[in-house]
């Protein structure tokens, strides 16, 4: 244990930029608060006998959980950084032999995904509720939807998805595969597609997506088509519905089917004739060759083989055809890069 000289100065650090937005505290009791929250954080953990990545994912969710019941009504919150006071509650509070053989990479990577996540989570589950009051009527369909919209993101958040589309297309068919599970195949026995639809692009709106797919490129534009096309379908798979064409249903999520689960499409080709555009249209114009482009959201790409359908072989939960919106355009090709939030300021081992 250390004696919390890293955490009282992080926390400083931590609440310089926000404190002239808080008008309850003074900046002293403000900072006191937050400390009690990390160094109660550490108190609820049991250090024998897990590992001790586990202890710091465990550390940040019991700190961030605390920092929005307690402060969850401030609009600086969601501001506020408080990676490093993570990093500095582990290396005070926690014994200092967990991390003997850690090296600094490794240690740095997990608290800081650790940290990430906590607070992705808690800043979701913040506002979500009333979200679903205002949107979904009946406290026992209220209930079951949020409970399969809470573990559909937690799953999805696993996953480490980088592209905004590929990350609401994983989102949407967990969903709707919980769902599906808890009304014997029917969905709409318990809630209606325009429903649900709906909610989702409120959801994708208030912040459903992780904030380091929205901090460059925002979020995608108010009643934004991909949603209403990913539930649809989402929907005709769970519900058993023929999708479009007449062609056979396939359930993507059923391992036993022929083949297992399918393969993974080929990414999208671009045509020479396509023109990069900054809109969010749909081009499902012909394509040089006389073809007609799978319906995307992306006007400078399509996908050669007929409708925005998934027919059998298609798995909605691993089509890598997505593309990254980025400074006001798709980028096919945008890959984010690992996170870079420590600004230099990572002690130079982890003490």
Not at 189 to 206: A, G
């Amino acid at each position: 244990m250390g004696d919390e000289e890293l955490l009282w100065n992080a926390v400083s650090e931590a609440v310089e930029p926000i404190v002239h937005l808080e008008t309850q505290y003074e900046r002293e009791k403000l900072e006191k608060k937050i400390r009690d929250y990390f160094k109660k954080g550490a108190k609820q953990l049991h250090f024998s006998g897990k590992p001790w990545d586990m202890l710091i994912h465990e550390y940040a969710d019991n700190v961030y959980s605390s920092l929005f019941c307690g402060l969850g009504d401030r609009n600086w919150l969601s501001q506020a950084d408080f990676l490093l006071c993570v990093d500095a509650g582990v290396k005070d509070l926690f014994p200092s032999h967990l991390f003997m053989n850690v090296p600094q990479q490794v240690f740095e990577t997990t608290v800081l995904a650790a940290s990430d996540r906590a607070f992705d989570e808690q800043r979701f589950l913040s506002f979500r509720w009333d979200t679903i009051q205002q949107i979904i009527v009946g406290k026992g369909t209220q209930k079951k939807i949020r409970e399969a919209l809470d573990t559909s993101r937690q799953r999805v958040i696993k996953e480490d998805i980088e592209q905004i589309e590929h990350f609401v297309r994983v989102w949407v068919s967990h969903f709707v595969k919980i769902l599906a599970a808890t009304t014997q195949g029917d969905p709409t026995s318990l809630v209606e597609l325009d429903t649900v639809v709906e909610l989702f692009q409120v959801l994708v709106q208030e912040g459903g997506l992780p904030l380091k797919m929205t901090v460059e490129s925002g979020v995608p534009p108010p009643g934004w088509p991909v949603v209403k096309d990913l539930m649809t379908q989402a929907f005709k798979t769970q519900y058993g519905l023929a999708p479009p064409g007449g062609g056979k249903t396939v359930n993507v999520f059923d391992k036993g089917h022929k083949g297992g689960i399918p393969p993974v499409p080929p990414a999208p080709v671009r045509p020479t004739s396509s023109t990069a555009s900054s809109s969010w249209n749909v081009d499902i114009g012909s394509e040089p060759d006389g073809s007609t482009g799978f319906q995307t959201r992306t006007p400078d790409a399509w996908f050669p083989g007929g409708n925005a359908a998934w027919h059998a072989g298609d798995d909605p939960d691993h089509m890598r055809g997505g593309h990254a919106w980025s400074q006001g355009s798709w980028d096919d090709s945008a890959e984010e890069p690992p996170a870079k939030r420590l600004k230099g300021r990572w002690q130079s081992g982890a003490n």
